[in-house]
């Protein structure tokens, strides 16, 4: 008999552990379907003059999962293979994030399907507006608000608030976050996602009596949320970063990788591979090597059935999205590797998003430091909600994290009288 082949879908998945978790607590069949598909998906067409007079057409898209408990929420990715599949997951993922966290909004996700880096910086910009353009019926900031994510930036984000600024005639600066400070951003924005991601590690690191001093971590992904939790894990805690990658290869050094060296590396040759002092690995023998933390910080579906009886970590903190599918889950649960999933562990992003949001709403801006010290507060309570209502089901912490978040979105809909 041939094994089965493992399901690697993101929207596949997301429906499957949503399922999963909608059976622990004996959730309605006909509720769970209401959660399984998306309110709205837009799909748009930009045709634009690039810079040597050839026209392109390039597509779109924007999906707007759920709305029961405020504007919807989420990112934009300039990716060559975005596709819609990834896009409702990553909306999906949002909404759950944001009621696993407790902040007021729903879920959304956005993305083009491009290579930015064949743009120019003018094509980046007609890009930017003519994607708003497109949308600027559907978002807002008490509709849905978007923010960077993949390969976009603050720059690209200050661009399309001015552009819906343009069509509406007015100031509207929590349309958008990620943005430039001087344009209304928060401080903190910059490392919000790994900021958050550390506080979910320390209280991990408690819980099992692992000094974070000298702790061994290692890091798949180092672009903004890798390298930033390298360095934060660092220079905070006195973690010793030991291994870390992206997408040409991998680098070792069981004595330790300066994290700002690293960066400095990356940035001059485009990778880390070759960075003085270091062992190339390939990402794979990255991810089974021996460590107090695993950071997967990259793309989704890196820890599989295939490889996660090799994971040799105590905790796995997902900084990226859907790194984890669900049969290698149930692996790292019966191992006792402790994972932090990944709609808590990078929910700091979102968390600072929502800060500028309200931030925007007075005009009142906030300290780095005041920024901080509220998403600690939030990070902290939910990574102890998660744990506790995963005890409660005698589960493992994506499926607390799934409850708290369906429980709270399920009582918001019920409340509007949706359900």
């Known amino acids: 008999?041939?094994?089965?082949?493992?399901?690697?879908?993101?929207?596949?998945?997301?429906?499957?552990?949503?399922?999963?978790?909608?059976?622990?607590?004996?959730?309605?069949?006909?509720?769970?379907?209401?959660?399984?598909?998306?309110?709205?998906?837009?799909?748009?067409?930009?045709?634009?003059?690039?810079?040597?007079?050839?026209?392109?057409?390039?597509?779109?898209?924007?999906?707007?999962?759920?709305?029961?408990?405020?504007?919807?929420?989420?990112?934009?990715?300039?990716?060559?293979?975005?596709?819609?599949?990834?896009?409702?997951?990553?909306?999906?993922?949002?909404?759950?994030?944001?009621?696993?966290?407790?902040?007021?909004?729903?879920?959304?996700?956005?993305?083009i399907i491009c290579n930015p880096k064949e743009l120019s910086e003018n094509e980046l910009q007609k890009l930017a507006r003519n994607y708003i353009r497109k949308l600027s019926g559907d978002v807002?900031?008490?509709?849905?608000?978007?923010?960077?994510?993949?390969?976009?930036?603050?720059?690209?984000?200050?661009?399309?608030?001015?552009?819906?600024?343009t069509i509406i005639g007015e100031h509207a600066p929590s349309v958008i976050t990620g943005k430039p400070v001087e344009l209304g951003g928060s401080e903190g924005r910059g490392v919000?996602?790994?900021?958050?991601?550390?506080?979910?590690?320390?209280?991990?690191?408690?819980?099992?009596?692992?000094?974070?001093?000298?702790?061994?971590?290692?890091?798949?992904?180092?672009?903004?949320?890798?390298?930033?939790?390298?360095?934060?894990l660092h220079n905070e805690y006195g973690c010793r970063i030991i291994g870390i990658s992206d997408s040409k290869g991998a680098v070792f050094n069981k004595e330790g990788i300066e994290p700002l060296k690293a960066l400095e590396h990356k940035q001059k040759t485009s990778s880390v591979v070759g960075l003085d002092g270091t062992q190339q690995l390939t990402n794979e023998e990255l991810l089974e090597l021996?460590?107090?933390?695993?950071?997967?910080?990259?793309?989704?579906?890196?820890?599989?059935?295939?490889?996660?009886?090799?994971?040799?970590?105590?905790?796995?903190?997902e900084l990226a999205n859907g790194p984890t599918t669900p049969d290698a889950d149930e692996i790292l649960y019966k191992n006792g590797v402790i994972v932090i999933p990944d709609f808590l562990c990078n929910a700091g992003g979102v968390s600072v998003s929502y800060f500028e949001m309200v931030q925007g709403y007075y005009l009142h801006f906030w300290s780095e430091k005041e920024v901080f010290a509220s998403l600690d507060k939030i990070m902290t309570k939910a990574y102890r909600d998660t744990v506790n209502?995963?005890?409660?089901?005698?589960?493992?912490?994506?499926?607390?994290?799934?409850?708290?978040?369906?429980?709270?979105?399920?009582?918001?809909?019920?409340?509007?009288?949706?359900?």
């Open 290 to 317: 021996e460590c107090d933390v695993l950071i997967p910080a990259a793309l989704e579906n890196v820890i599989t059935k295939k490889n996660a009886g090799s994971i040799k970590a105590k905790i796995v903190a």
């Open 1 to 111: 008999m041939n094994e089965q082949v493992e399901e690697l879908d993101p929207f596949k998945i997301s429906q499957k552990q949503l399922y999963n978790a909608s059976k622990l607590i004996g959730l309605d069949e006909n509720i769970y379907k209401a959660l399984s598909e998306p309110e709205k998906i837009i799909t748009i067409k930009i045709t634009m003059k690039m810079d040597n007079g050839e026209i392109k057409t390039f597509k779109g898209f924007r999906c707007q999962y759920n709305s029961a408990r405020g504007p919807m929420k989420g990112g934009i990715r300039w990716h060559p293979d975005e596709n819609e599949s990834l896009v409702k997951a990553l909306s999906a993922w949002m909404t759950w994030k944001c009621a696993c966290v407790s902040i007021p909004l729903g879920g959304a996700k956005g993305g």
């Open 192 to 232: 919000a996602t790994a900021k958050g991601g550390n506080y979910c590690i320390r209280e991990a690191a408690k819980d099992i009596g692992l000094d974070l001093k000298d702790a061994k971590v290692i890091i798949q992904g180092y672009g903004n949320a890798g390298s930033y939790a390298a360095s934060l």
């Open 389 to 419: 209502k995963a005890k409660e089901y005698n589960t493992n912490n994506r499926m607390g994290a799934y409850i708290i978040a369906i429980e709270r979105v399920v009582n918001a809909m019920k409340l509007r009288g949706w359900i």
């Open 140 to 165: 807002g900031p008490n509709i849905d608000v978007p923010a960077p994510d993949v390969y976009t930036n603050p720059q690209i984000m200050a661009w399309m608030m001015d552009e819906y600024e």
